[in-house]
């Protein structure tokens, strides 16, 4: 999984990782990552965009 979650980091265009995360926490066990971010510095369609891009379908919670 370690590996998995690095491949996904990797595969982010530069652009979208430009505002610095609030917060990461990654639950091995239930194979999820949470990112904690600015809305003002970030833009969430980028975001899961780019993930699901990579292979990893992600949502955004409010």
Known sequence: MRKLLM??????PF???AATPK???VDFD???????????????EALTGATT???Y???VHK
Do not use: R
């Open 7 to 12: 491949i996904m980091l990797t595969a982010i």
């Open 15 to 17: 652009a979208v990782l």
């Open 23 to 25: 917060t990461v926490k």
């Open 30 to 44: 239930k194979k999820t990552a949470t990112v904690t971010y600015d809305a003002d510095q970030s833009q969430p």
């Open 53 to 55: 891009n990579a292979g």
């Open 57 to 59: 379908p992600s949502t």
